[in-house]
């Protein structure tokens, strides 16, 4: 394209053209790969949280096992205390 003021041929206007697509492509190439380093920055954050909730559920479970094996060894000893009081009054 001249310097001068002179207009522009369709020659001038084809090259810029092609200028302007090229540069749509290489933007549109960085901003796939930016986009992609950002969904993998993402999924990498989601992993390590989703690593943290699993150990905090699986103490959860742990805990909810062993309050629930706790819970059953006192109610079988309650039965077994009511099973010797009924036996001390003859209803059994």
């Known amino acids: 394209?001249?310097?001068d003021n002179s207009p522009a041929t369709k020659h001038d206007v084809?090259?810029?053209k092609q200028?302007?697509?090229a540069l749509e492509e290489r933007l549109t190439d960085r901003l796939t790969e930016t986009m992609r380093d950002m969904q993998s920055e993402l999924l990498r954050g989601f992993a390590a949280f989703s690593e943290?909730?699993?150990i905090r559920l699986r103490k959860v479970?742990?805990?909810q096992s062993n309050l629930d094996?706790?819970?059953s060894g006192r109610v079988?000893?309650?039965e077994k205390r009511l099973l010797e009081i009924e036996l001390r009054l003859?209803?059994?």
């Open 90 to 92: 003859g209803r059994a």
């Open 52 to 54: 943290a909730q699993t």
């Open 19 to 21: 200028d302007l697509l």
């Open 76 to 78: 079988a000893v309650l």
């Open 61 to 63: 479970e742990a805990d």
């Open 1 to 3: 394209m001249p310097d």
């Open 14 to 16: 084809h090259l810029l």
């Open 69 to 71: 094996t706790a819970l």
